[in-house]
């Protein structure tokens, strides 16, 4: 981090890259024999243009939570300052690429400070950032191609086109940002566009993805079509698909990471025909599909090791079912259920039998332990006492 603070630039923003200039070694006369260091003396090089990193940006807000350190808070002064008035005031997007020239207009960087801002709303709760994003996001939006193009085969809404000197439509942005972004704009704003175009693009993802027995599976191709340029003639017509090579790392491997980091993870439980919720001892649940129209209960359930299966059966106001399943051993489960009367008691039953009854709370919460066997389901109801 010392070195990068050295490599800022007037502008306050930092190069994309830098061309080393020979290392210079000093070495004591005897240095062989004595079994010194090798001590190299700094050199700066020659350091490009500054360019709006889409990994920087949100790094130093990371850094600066971890290290209290006046010059990182001074180097993410200057890399905002610069992403405001050099980048974003002048809609010159760029640097994204590492295999790109630090010049090359881009829309994947758009994300990366689009992040940059929700971090740093995040932090501050401070509204303007949130609206830089937003308008990050509305920008980006003039990129995305609007429908499906009638000549190509390959989907093509809300495809981009990627880059300046290479006009392909494609649908990922380095390490996904579009993804992240647009969930957590749409869960700060409730704006329904947000989370349609998180889920129209993962599903063009979903499109790319490689469903072969070789060992390309999982992999996502780079691109969806060129509508500009046609590729080989097919069946005597002119092809505009285009694939491109695989990704499996940042775009294969990270897509899914999010997928289950932003959607199939937390420790809400929801209900829904067949939904099994998959918990874990710190809280963490994984969803067997996507919960985004399934609706949430008020209720938690903590396994003090290994995993359970949790089944929301039915819930209302005054009678809530769910069962529990949990491959083996013995396993003792923490009960919250929320929303519920204050003041009020409730019966827990346990496979039809009565095991206690409860008086909820000025919050509404009644809260219980229960240690058994969960090889079988076991079927838990709580309900109000008349």
């Known amino acids: 981090m010392n070195w990068v603070v050295r490599q800022q630039k007037w502008d306050g923003g930092l190069p994309q890259n830098i061309e080393p200039t020979d290392l210079q070694y000093q070495r004591d006369a005897d240095w062989m024999g004595t079994n010194q260091p090798v001590r190299v003396l700094p050199a700066m090089g020659k350091r490009s243009p500054s360019a709006a990193s889409g990994r920087a940006l949100p790094a130093i807000t990371v850094i600066n939570k971890i290290v209290d350190d006046p010059r990182y808070k001074q180097l993410m002064t200057g890399m905002e300052a610069f992403a405001l008035n050099h980048v974003q005031n002048d809609y010159w997007f760029t640097g994204h690429h590492p295999d790109l020239p630090p010049q090359d207009f881009e829309e994947a960087s758009i994300w990366g400070v689009c992040e940059f801002w929700l971090n740093r709303y995040d932090d501050t709760g401070d509204p303007a950032y949130l609206k830089h994003a937003e308008a990050n996001v509305a920008l980006a939006l003039t990129w995305m191609c609007p429908k499906q193009l009638s000549w ?165 106001t005054g009678h809530m079912n769910w069962t529990v399943q949990e491959g083996e051993g013995q396993q003792t489960l923490t009960h919250v259920v929320s929303g519920l009367q204050p003041d009020t008691r409730y019966a827990v039953m346990i496979n039809g039998q009565l095991y206690k009854t409860y008086k909820a709370g000025a919050d509404g919460k009644v809260n219980f332990e229960y240690s058994g066997e969960f090889t079988d389901a076991q079927a838990f109801m709580v309900e109000e006492q008349h």
């Not at 390959?154 to 647009?182: D, G, V």
């Not at 079509?225 to 790392?249: C, E, Q, T, V």
Request: charged share 25%.
């Open 152 to 316: 190509v085969d390959n989907p093509t809404q809300f495809c981009s086109a990627e880059q300046e000197h290479y006009f392909t439509y494609t649908l990922y942005c380095y390490q996904n940002r579009k993804i992240e972004c647009l969930q957590r704009l749409y869960d700060l704003t409730s704006r329904q566009l947000y989370d349609e175009m998180r889920e129209r693009i993962l599903q063009g993802i979903y499109f790319t993805q490689t469903t072969g027995k070789d060992d390309r599976l999982g992999g996502t191709y780079e691109r969806t079509s060129d509508p500009w340029l046609a590729r080989p003639i097919r069946d005597g017509k002119p092809d505009f698909n285009s694939l491109g090579p695989h990704y499996m790392n940042e775009q294969s491997l990270d897509t899914f990471l999010q997928t289950l980091l932003l959607y199939r993870q937390g420790n809400d439980l929801y209900m829904g025909p067949g939904l099994d919720n998959k918990l874990f001892p710190d809280g963490t649940c994984y969803y067997n599909r996507d919960i985004s129209r399934e609706s949430r209960v008020d209720l938690a359930v903590i396994p003090s090791e290994g995993i359970i299966h949790v089944q929301i059966t039915a819930w209302n």
